[in-house]
């Protein structure tokens, strides 16, 4: 059965765009490389620790859920090299699920995160994939939807809506869909800091709707 989302996927694309216009220059530059960046990691891990990409992407985007990124990493790393976490703050189910990559080498995540394809679109984007996968998070439905409250979970059903609103967003403005959710991400977060979106609640309350 279709989401309803789907009946708003040209609204969608619009908002995708407007943020995006409301990019920096920095914005814009800093969403460009990010996932080029975070790919480089993954290819000096590759070689450090001698797993495929994929299966270094999988481990790092395993643990990423609720974690920020820079801790993701740490994080990572530490698995890859065998190590305890030496940081805390990740989902002891992710920890574990992680492990299970990296001992079984697997280069995707669709046995371990059946029910997460933010999950497995994120290790795509590590990866390398710019184009045929983008990583949906809260921000990136909140964005589409230009509603900065959203936090409903994704479905695979959902996740697909969403997903195809970027990449027509990124095809009309030439980009691949990665880059340009990397881009909006950034300029959202400016846009909506913590203390706005808990003003936003704090306004709203129950009168802000989830048409979904």
Known sequence: MPSPLTARLPEMVGNIRAVYARATATEREDGRSWYPRAHAIMC?????????????ACVTAALSPQVEWTRNVIMADDILAGRPPSIGGYLRTNRDKAERVRDERLSNLTTVFKGGPKVNNFA?????????????????????????????????????VFATAYFQAARE???APAE??????????????????RRVIAQHGRQWKRRT
């Open 44 to 56: 000096e891990w590759s070689e450090t620790y001698g797993y495929s990409i994929a299966t270094v």
């Open 173 to 175: 403005l030439g980009m």
């Open 124 to 160: 795509a984007n590590l990866a390398g994939d710019y184009y045929n996968a983008v990583t949906i998070d809260a921000h990136a439905a909140q964005i589409a939807l230009d509603e900065p409250t959203y936090n409903a979970g994704l479905s695979w059903a959902k996740y697909a």
């Open 180 to 197: 340009l959710q990397a881009t909006v991400w950034l300029t959202w977060k400016r846009m909506y800091p913590p203390v706005t979106k």
